[in-house]
């Protein structure tokens, strides 16, 4: 096993110092798991202090302590990539919240005992580039051949963040929680008031953009019952679906589904992170509304669960829980007409309605909608995991009208009415906005229409 870059691996050889240096955390799991290490090193350090591990880096390139408390060197080389050095350290919780920690580094705490207070076997290997070899005190290599999650050792309640740090892991390695871990996890319940919102926000956009089966995520927040702290997914797990139409069972066992499906698409695993992420997050909140809006009704004659408006009932929902993890405006603003127009297949698929779809969607488009769609209509087992032919005809059409990725350019422009006596001002702006509308509505298709269109309504 070797994956290191060439570079990283002469700076460790080659820097006597350096003898005790081990490569820690996600990037020897990942590449355990048979997954390309992220860009970022991360090197454990013993035996030294500050003024030393500085001065035996030096000579590779420049030096940045990244916060005295943190325990940070970062090197940035020559060729301009980035290594992030460590001291190891022993915290002691002295008061909540993730700063109530004493922070003391130690030169002399061997590797075993900085392994102990990483939060999970499967973070708490090390390798060392001199041997080649992992060391492994607490069997990580074990629990991640069978999918294991488990807790290092009672430090793990020192920072609750541990907890939904776990829901993302378990998502992106398709992890079950140890019986022990999920009981401890329990037990911490009450310390999710501690984090720190931003903390809680990096996690969810982990488990949205990362996961490999998203539902395990899910089911370790309700096993461990940090799914109270996210009370419109909680409500999810008690609203009922009508079986003909969703034999999976409920709207929670459903958004599960719906997860795992979208994480197959070949649309999702293409996309930037922003847009896994954007995806994702509609995904799991496009049913928000069904628990506000669930009722059994007479339909076609046959009493049946429905959740009439479910679609718009759940935009507030879904801000609601996007706002309290702070989501940026830019997600926000992406997922919310997901959400909303999540149905639009039960609409009359014509020109008009698809080019206001593209507009009332933007910044998102068509072809994301059509991500959700299909996610949705796969998250319905044992039906068949096939695209709908709705889903098809709408990209189709999309496609024709140039409206797949974007909503309509605007055929008639400022620039076009000054010759007609229309001086910029209210009057203008209001004619545009008319001649948009009039555009969506099919009442023009070039700008020939557009100035015959524009003659009509000036002298109206």
């Not at 993730?98 to 590797?111: C, L, N, Q, R, Y």
């Not at 992106?172 to 319940?189: G, I, N, S």
């Not at 069972?249 to 589904?257: L, P």
Request: one cysteine or more.
């Amino acid at each position: 096993m070797n994956f290191l870059p060439t570079e990283l691996e002469e700076i460790l050889r080659q820097t006597p110092p350096l003898r005790r240096a081990y490569l820690v955390g996600g990037c020897v799991r990942d590449t355990l798991a048979g997954l390309p290490p992220d860009k970022d090193f991360d090197i454990e350090v013993f035996g030294l202090d500050y003024e030393q591990l500085i001065s035996a880096l030096s000579r590779w390139g420049r030096t940045d302590l990244v916060g005295r408390s943190f325990g940070v060197v970062k090197l940035t080389t020559a060729s301009g990539y980035n290594y992030d050095f460590t001291l190891p350290r022993k915290d002691s919780k002295t008061a909540a919240g993730h700063k109530g920690f004493d922070v003391e580094f130690d030169p002399a705490i061997s590797p075993q005992e900085a392994a102990a207070r990483r939060d999970y076997t499967i973070n708490s290997m090390m390798y060392d580039p001199r041997t080649r070899k992992v060391l492994d005190y607490f069997g990580g290599i074990a629990d991640l051949n069978v999918r294991i999650l488990r807790h290092t050792s009672p430090a793990f309640t020192e920072d609750p963040l541990r907890v939904l740090r776990g829901m993302q892991l378990a998502g992106r390695f398709q992890l079950v929680a140890a019986p022990e871990t999920v009981d401890l996890a329990r037990r911490m319940k009450s310390s999710y008031a501690e984090l720190a919102v931003e903390r809680v926000r990096e996690e969810w956009f982990k488990w949205a953009a990362r996961s490999r089966l998203p539902s395990a995520g899910l089911r370790f927040l309700a096993e461990t019952e940090w799914m109270d702290h996210f009370p419109e997914i909680k409500a999810l797990t008690t609203t009922p679906q009508e079986p003909e139409w969703h034999p999976e069972g409920d709207v929670f066992t459903h958004t599960a589904h719906c997860c795992d499906a979208l994480v197959r698409l070949a649309g999702w695993l293409d996309a930037d992170m922003e847009s896994r992420t954007v995806h994702m997050l509609a995904v799991l909140a496009h049913d928000f509304g069904k628990p506000r809006t669930t009722v059994r009704a007479l339909k076609d004659g046959v009493q049946r669960i429905v959740s009439p408006g479910h679609e718009t009932a759940g935009v507030e929902i879904a801000r609601a829980f996007l706002d309290r993890i702070r989501a940026p405006l830019a997600v926000i603003d992406r997922v919310l007409p997901l959400v909303q127009n999540h149905l639009f297949h039960t609409e009359t698929i014509s020109d008009r309605a698809i080019r206001r779809l593209a507009r009332r969607l933007a910044p998102e488009t068509i072809e994301g909608l059509c991500l959700i769609m299909t996610a949705d209509s796969m998250g319905r087992p044992p039906r068949p995991a096939v695209t709908p032919e709705y889903v098809h005809t709408l990209l189709a059409r999309a496609h024709e009208l140039e409206v797949r990725q974007k909503p309509p350019a605007p055929i008639l422009m400022g620039r076009h009415l000054l010759p007609l006596g229309i001086a910029p001002g209210k009057r203008l702006g209001e004619i545009l906005d008319k001649a948009y509308e009039a555009q969506l509505e099919g009442d023009f298709t070039d700008l020939e229409g557009a100035l015959r269109w524009a003659e009509r309504e000036i002298h109206a």
